[in-house]
């Protein structure tokens, strides 16, 4: 199994560009979720969702837009970049909420100039 | 609010001395608490949670409710234990049920 899968890996964006960080889980999993990781400030959340249609903010939403068309997959939308969002993201997904352990991708390193 | 707090941003120690990685939480609950590791060029993985009661790799973990702490603690570390280590808790909170991290301690362990 590919567990949780990222892409791309690395990406450097000019601010007011769009894009999309990918995130796919074969492991049928309900939740997934969206955190960033700066330096002194952990993980934190961005949006996440608890099944096929359903997501929800986190903690830092603004700039980023998600959707969650099936459970497999879970895209993650920069919709104008900016150099705040210069970070690294991860992905994660677990069976449930109430589950506990979660899956991460590798992570995706991006770099906004 | 839930709310996890690491108050080391870097710890360093010798191979072979005890360590103790500190983590405090608030939650208004009975929350569900566990240490995530991310060692260098590798994913975020789960070292262990309080429920399991179990020891991972020399690790120990032990929830004291009462002064809201879970800290992580290791007899004799050793240089492969150097790595980014995540308290977290996972509860209900402003954004549902859901996990939340603490900012981390960067683990190096001295040869």
């Known amino acids: 199994n590919a567990g949780v899968t990222q892409t791309p890996k690395f990406q450097v964006l000019k601010t007011g560009q769009s894009m999309t960080l990918q995130c796919a889980q074969d492991m049928n999993h309900e939740y997934m979720s969206w955190y960033r990781q700066d330096p002194g400030m952990g993980l934190r959340l961005i949006h996440y969702?608890?099944?096929?249609?359903?997501?929800d903010q986190g903690e830092v939403p603004n700039g980023y837009n998600v959707s969650r068309s099936t459970t497999e997959d879970f895209p993650l939308r920069l919709l104008s970049a900016a150099p705040s969002q210069t970070s690294v993201y991860f992905c994660?997904?677990?069976?449930?909420?109430?589950?506990?352990?979660?899956?991460f991708g590798a992570g995706s390193r991006l770099t906004v100039l | 609010a839930q709310r996890v707090t690491q108050p080391e941003k870097l710890l360093s120690v010798f191979k072979g001395a005890p360590v103790e990685l500190k983590c405090n939480y608030s939650?208004?609950?009975?929350?569900?608490l566990f240490w995530y590791v991310q060692y260098s060029r590798q994913r975020l993985q789960l070292l262990l949670r309080?429920?399991s009661r179990e020891s991972i790799k020399g690790f120990t973990a032990d929830l004291n409710k009462g002064e809201t702490s879970f800290h992580l603690k290791k007899p004799f570390a050793q240089e492969e234990d150097s790595a980014m280590y995540y308290c977290a808790l996972s509860g209900r909170g402003n954004y549902g049920q859901n996990f939340v991290f603490g900012p981390g301690t960067r683990l190096s362990v001295l040869p």
């Open positions: 994660a997904s677990s069976t449930g909420l109430r589950s506990h352990v979660l899956t």
């Open positions: 939650y208004s609950g009975s929350p569900e």
């Open positions: 969702s608890v099944g096929a249609g359903i997501t």
């Open positions: 309080h429920i």
